[in-house]
C-alpha cells in the first residue's frame, strides 16, 4: 500500500544525505605517519590539500621510506574522512540500512 508520509519522509532523507555529503566533501581530514614525520591534509572528496614532509627527522635519501610514509599517513586521513561520513550518514538515517548509499 502507498503511503504518501513514508514518501515524504525518503525524500527528506534523500535531500538531508546530499547535505551531510557536500559538508564532509568540504572538511578538511588529516593524517599522520612516522610520529608526525609526514602530515597530509585531505577533503572529504579525497581530494589532497597538502603533504608535508619533516626533513628534519627523516633521511630524505631514503626514498622507499618516504613514500610507505606518505602512504600511510594518506591512509590515515582517508580513514578519518570515512568515519566522518559513516557518523554523519548514520545520524540522518538514525541507525535504518540503506544499502548502497555511498
Known amino acids: 500500500m502507498f503511503n504518501p508520509q513514508m514518501l515524504q519522509n525518503f525524500s527528506k532523507i534523500q535531500e538531508d544525505l546530499k547535505e551531510v555529503q557536500e559538508q564532509v566533501n568540504q572538511s578538511t ?7 608526525a614525520v609526514v602530515k597530509v591534509a ?6 589532497v590539500e597538502s ?14 621510506m618516504i613514500g610507505d610514509l606518505v602512504v600511510a ?10 568515519a566522518e561520513l559513516q557518523s554523519a550518514i548514520e545520524s540522518v538515517t538514525q541507525g535504518f540500512n540503506l544499502p548502497g548509499l555511498f
Open 51 to 64: 603533504v608535508e614532509i619533516d626533513k628534519n627527522k627523516i633521511d630524505i635519501e631514503d626514498f622507499d
Open 42 to 47: 585531505i577533503k572529504g572528496n579525497k581530494y
Open 29 to 35: 581530514f588529516y593524517g599522520q605517519s612516522g610520529g
Open 73 to 82: 599517513a594518506m591512509n590515515d586521513a582517508i580513514k578519518k574522512a570515512d
